[in-house]
């Protein structure tokens, strides 16, 4: 059974921070003591738990999910089953092996030729989640747990407690792994977010520019601080795939926009689509339904006063380039939870006026789109391409020099590898510190 | 001896327009705050600002029409004046004067790597006297001149940014010769530290009090950067932040920047001054802690930002469009007679509600939401955009 997050978070574990802190890292001693393959096995069983629709800790943060967020379970279950059926014993060997070389070096020196090395994770993680998608934090607590680390996860605030939930099962399956991982807010005592960044030797921060900023100011400059900061995804079409098949073109846009209702950096905010303005506008009504299928949230009118506002205004400004001749065509007013708008003439990936928003952009061409993908250098992440196979290539390298970080085929934007270079970056190898033995 | 061309009969109605409607807005905002507009008043200039408007911004025209309005007569009160998004400042040239006629463009802040919006103006007049008319009645009413120190570039260095065209214009007002700017421009940006001390140290040693202005993200760098070293201003300084309430820093951290201010820098709460403002309005808004500290003899501040009596703030309903009593939650929409070139309705989407004495409370934007407004620009001046 279930227990509540922050009790099991902090079973075992003084209120005061320091002890806190002492105790995770003699925790991630000891996870040094055991070999990288017996975590694999406690991290793959815990999510191979995860991925069976009638374990009760399962169904039980379905139940929750779905009523936070107000959609199906079924949309719930399509975000769990997509994180946890993707960390089995295999792929995270894999990644481990993919990104460090060697699964042993997490375990001793390995030797290659006359050099040896091992690879050691840090004495501590904190890792400072950003809203989200809701397995997307856990990725954090695997990763420092693979490299035998021991991690204090600090969720966004007012955030879905999944996290949690996961470290529960953790410490219910494998004590020692349970308990070298935390999720848990700041803790409430003077300084105690600040002792608690103090301790870290490693800092993952997440977030919006805002958050990682101050992060920046916050860790100390001996501590590896890895950011992540704000992304955007697009989608690009060319004509061909639309023309083949404008059934599966949407269906695979609705996909990768809709999962976990847009919350997550993969889901593109912009569909470049290669056809007349009409055919583009045409597409509007039946992405909006297929969008609404996936993620069925409540209409927007149900939305925070905030949200409401923005949508109003935005609503606003379509009758203002309405009044100027820029004839655009949305769908989806306040009764859908969902809206889709064709512009009439491509603009640059931007964050969207409100959550749960596409914009598709009409271009005349593949190298409009990476152009307006190249002005927004940094910020842009993945691209989902639809396009016949003789052309990808040539797209692919298009985007990659325009500073894209992932292209994937539209349809699976959602499903990077494990072993992905996020933000263009591995994840594994940079929170290892590397010893080399050149005497063996 | 060359003579000037006449001007086309449009034009000079137009102008003949403005400036008739200038003047009587010019007198409204001079009289301040003791010669209240009544509401038959301010109802009747709002309608003919916004007949203005209609006749000489085709747009607004065409976008009254979709919202069911086609002559300026179908508007039978101010409330009912279509309001534009602060978007609209983004689409084409949002004027109801030719290019040629351009006597100022500050641009706006949209959400990070947005398209920024351009307001534009015929003549300052109007902006300036809402500037100083404010500016009077919350930062400087006791004192005639005091050495202003601004968190933000020059304007040299930002000639393009509302904010400091403001601060500008406090320095010519209120400012002490030795009021200075000190952030640095783009593309350098950032704060200008020792200078900053050392304006800090002479007014600690002179005992010569000093209003310290900027936006919210300025604050929490410039209290970051004094560090342990806090100074303590002479009594009667005074800080004006503005920006940081609409989502570029976390509620959180806004009140902490209160709490610093005191700490480190020796202002009282009650002279710290919060001004809410955008570059789409001409009029700002300023709680009055301040005024009631220094002028009112100390007596409990109405909460909320104070509306003058040149403008009018209505909270809607963002679904309906309703207009939502005090103590509501909704949307903004700002009417303010000052921006006579460009658009006197402005809908936002920022959320709040007014009290019942007038004033307005504003709400945070959503956590999730992208940082917007002057502490945005902060972040550009700041080197950290």
């Known amino acids: ?384 391409v639809a396009a016949p196979s003789k052309r990808r290539r040539d797209i692919a390298r298009a985007l990659s020099m325009a500073g894209v970080e992932r292209i994937a085929a539209l349809g699976s934007m959602q499903r990077p590898p494990l072993d992905w270079r996020r933000d263009g970056r591995p994840t594994l190898a940079d929170l290892v510190r590397w010893v080399e033995w050149e005497g063996s | 001896m060359t003579r000037a061309a006449a001007l086309p009969p449009r034009e000079k109605a137009r102008q003949e327009e403005a400036e008739r409607l200038d003047a009587e807005i010019l007198h409204a905002i001079s009289s301040g705050w003791s010669d209240l507009i009544d509401a038959s008043r301010f109802d009747r200039l709002a309608r003919d600002v916004f007949a203005h408007q209609f006749r000489f911004n085709p747009v607004y025209r065409q976008f009254c029409a979709l919202h069911g309005v086609s002559a300026p007569g179908d508007v039978a009160g101010w409330k009912q004046i279509p309001p534009v998004p602060t978007g609209a400042f983004k689409v084409g040239r949002w004027a109801t004067f030719p290019e040629q006629r351009e006597a100022a463009a500050f641009s706006t802040f949209g959400t990070i790597q947005g398209t920024p919006g351009v307001h534009r103006f015929d003549t300052l007049a109007l902006y300036n006297a809402a500037i100083i008319s404010s500016g009077r009645r919350f930062l400087f009413p006791d004192l005639d001149r005091v050495r202003c120190l601004f968190l933000s570039p020059s304007p040299a260095d930002a000639p393009d940014s509302s904010l400091v065209h403001m601060f500008a214009v406090f320095r010519e007002a209120f400012g002490d010769p030795r009021s200075s700017f000190f952030l640095r421009g783009p593309p350098l940006g950032g704060l200008r530290l020792e200078d900053l001390f050392s304006a800090l140290d002479d007014a600690e040693q002179e005992g010569e009090s000093v209003l310290i202005a900027g936006a919210a993200l300025a604050f929490h760098h410039a209290l970051g950067a004094l560090g342990s070293e806090p100074r303590r201003l002479p009594l009667g300084s005074r800080t004006m932040v503005t920006g940081g309430f609409k989502g570029a820093l976390r509620e959180t951290d806004a009140n902490a920047i209160g709490s610093a201010i005191e700490a480190q820098l020796g202002v009282s709460i009650d002279h710290q001054v919060e001004e809410y403002g955008m570059t789409e309005l001409s009029t700002q808004y300023y709680d009055e802690r301040l005024r009631t500290a220094v002028v009112d003899d100390g007596g409990r501040p109405r909460a909320g930002f104070r509306v003058p009596p040149w403008a009018r703030v209505m909270v809607i309903d963002p679904g309906t469009g309703a207009e939502l009593g005090p103590g509501a939650v909704g949307a903004l929409v700002h009417f303010d007679l000052a921006n006579r070139a460009s658009a006197i309705a402005i809908q936002t989407s920022d959320v709040g509600e007014r009290t019942a004495d007038g004033g307005i409370l504003l709400r945070g934007r959503e956590p999730e939401a992208e940082a917007r407004g002057c502490s945005l620009a902060a972040e550009l001046w700041l080197g950290q955009g």
């Open chain 1, 1 to 384: 059974m279930f227990v509540g997050s922050r009790t099991v978070a902090r079973a075992g574990v003084s209120d005061n921070t320091a002890d806190r802190v002492a105790g995770l890292v003699a925790a991630g001693e000891r996870l040094k003591t055991r070999p990288a393959s017996e975590i694999i096995g406690g991290l793959a069983d815990t999510c191979a738990q995860w991925c069976d629709d009638d374990w009760p800790a399962r169904y039980q943060a379905t139940e929750a999910l779905a009523e936070r967020y107000r959609v199906p379970t079924s949309s719930i279950a399509e975000v769990l089953d997509g994180a946890f059926s993707g960390w089995t014993r295999q792929s995270l060997e894999d990644w481990v092996v993919a990104e460090l070389g060697d699964l042993g070096a997490l375990d001793g020196f390995v030797t290659n030729g006359s050099r040896s090395r091992r690879a050691l994770g840090p004495e501590l993680i904190v890792a400072v989640g950003a809203h989200g998608v809701p397995t997307t934090p856990i990725t954090d607590v695997i990763s420092a747990v693979l490299v035998k680390a021991p991690v204090w996860l600090k969720p966004a605030s007012a955030t879905d407690d999944l996290a949690a939930r996961f470290a529960a099962t953790l410490a219910e399956n494998d004590p020692e792994l349970g308990a070298a991982v935390v999720v848990d807010s700041w803790p409430e005592a003077p300084g105690g977010r600040e002792s608690v960044l103090a301790a870290a030797t490693t800092v993952i921060a997440t977030g919006r520019a805002e958050t990682v900023k101050r992060m920046r100011a916050t860790v100390s400059p001996a501590s590896n601080l890895i950011v992540h900061g704000p992304r955007l995804s697009a989608a690009l079409i060319t004509g061909e795939a639309l023309a083949e098949n404008s059934i599966r073109v949407i269906d695979a846009l609705a996909c990768d926009t809709a999962f976990a209702g847009q919350m997550g950096c993969l889901s593109p905010v912009t569909a470049f689509v290669e056809a007349s303005r009409s055919d583009v506008a045409s597409l509007v009504e039946p992405l909006l339904e297929a969008c609404v299928s996936r993620w069925a949230s409540p209409p927007r009118c149900e939305a925070t006063a905030g949200e409401q506002a923005a949508f109003r205004e935005w609503r606003s400004l379509m009758d203002v380039e309405a009044s100027a001749g820029i004839a655009n065509r949305w769908a989806g007013d306040l009764d859908r939870p969902w809206t889709v708008v064709a512009r009439s003439e491509p603009e640059h990936p931007s964050p969207p006026p409100v959550p749960q928003f596409l914009t598709l952009a009409p271009i005349d061409d593949v190298d409009q789109s990476i152009g307006l993908c190249a002005e927004r250098r940094g910020l842009i992440g993945t691209v989902g």
